[in-house]
């Protein structure tokens, strides 16, 4: 049974498909539904999704009348650049993709993000369409609007807020993707359980999720269901939406401390939960044992959360997101209840040193 979540936004409503068997059932029809046939589509890819599922797509959009071209793009994160970018406008322009066309963006959050920012700025702005094929990005990174690119000052710096028409969540093509990325995608759960829904967190502190569980679905749809409140209340993530950030501020000076090299973003950011939980705990914030906890829920998921706080103040001083002196940390108060802590660098550097070392 499919389910339907409305994401409702000040000038625009879009719909959030979620179901087992609603890429091959139900992305072709629901796009007909509101694009016409004789409007062009490009479909979005990387490698590895389009030689699984890029065909099928094509087919079945072109069976219900669309004229179609695929832009495929190399995996990996480092290929979300301007350089990029630039190469999709040349893709479009020599399809002649024009103001009435459709973006699909067919992968995981890379290709969530450079499509929707190439939809942004196409034309000054087209359509487009998410089909989600990864955990992380079926529960955060597709809905929202947040498109991007990485430029070499840092992740993310350069975008804009550009909502998809529709996103088609099939939880089934979650059976090709890489253990590692399925571990990348329960952080993200465990984050929304954490920071907004400690009703969430105890059910998964419950019962381990795999990609094969019934109970998936559930998990899923209740993430999409607590992001689509969130959005719907802070679209340009100027309050509340900043709550879904929780382990981000760490988790980025983990990344910067190793060079971007040692973990992957989903490690990370997982480890920046834990840190986070640890900091609260010490600045008297958050309710003793509450990192204790989330750690044991984390290393269900394969994440050894023992990552040392030293060296991670410079890195923290020197995010380039960072705007002045005040650091907005997100920070837990008890299991599902998260609070944004206005703090000054020279508070975060001697609490971080107070902080008991691992």
Not at 63 to 80: H, L, N, R, S
Not at 196 to 209: D, P, Q, T, Y
Not at 285 to 291: D, E, K, L, Q, V
Not at 312 to 337: F, T
């Amino acid at each position: 049974m499919m389910k339907t979540i409305p994401i409702h936004l000040k000038d625009q409503t879009y719909e959030v498909i979620v179901g087992e068997g609603a890429f091959r059932e139900e992305a072709a029809s629901r796009i007909r539904e509101f694009a016409c046939p004789k409007e062009k589509i490009a479909i979005v890819s990387d490698e590895n999704v389009w030689s699984l599922y890029g065909l099928d797509l094509l087919f079945a959009l072109e069976a219900v009348g669309f004229d179609c071209f695929k832009a495929v793009v190399i995996p990996g994160e480092e290929t979300k650049t301007l350089q990029t970018l630039e190469w999709i406008f040349d893709k479009f322009t020599r399809e002649r993709l024009g103001r009435d066309g459709l973006v699909v963006a067919l992968g995981g959050g890379m290709v969530g993000d450079v499509s929707g920012f190439a939809a942004a700025c196409w034309m000054r702005g087209v359509r487009y369409v998410q089909i989600p094929t990864t955990l992380l990005s079926m529960v955060d990174s597709s809905i929202g609007g947040k498109t991007t690119v990485d430029i070499p000052a840092g992740k993310n710096l350069v975008g804009a807020f550009h909502h998809p028409s529709l996103v088609i969540v099939d939880p089934g093509l979650l059976s090709t993707l890489p253990e590692q990325e399925f571990s990348a995608g329960m952080a993200e759960v465990i984050k929304y359980g954490a920071a907004l829904s400690k009703v969430m967190f105890n059910s998964i502190e419950g019962e381990k999720c795999e990609p094969s569980s019934p109970a998936l679905i559930d998990v899923i749809t209740d993430c999409i269901r607590i992001k689509a409140k969130i959005v719907a209340g802070d679209e340009q993530d100027r309050g509340k939406r900043a709550l879904l950030n929780f382990g981000y501020t760490f988790g980025r000076a983990i990344e910067a401390k190793y060079g971007y090299s040692r973990y992957s973003h989903g490690k990370a950011h997982a480890l920046g939960m834990s840190l986070a939980a640890r900091y609260g705990e010490s600045a008297g914030i958050t309710i003793p044992g509450t990192a204790e906890r989330l750690d044991s829920l984390l290393e269900t998921y394969g994440f050894d959360c023992h990552e040392s706080s030293d060296g991670l103040y410079e890195c923290i001083k020197n995010d380039k997101q960072l705007a002045g002196d005040i650091v907005r940390l997100i920070l837990l108060k008890e299991i599902g209840k998260a609070e944004v802590v206005e703090t000054e660098l020279p508070e975060i550097e001697e609490q971080l040193a107070e902080m008991t070392p691992l």
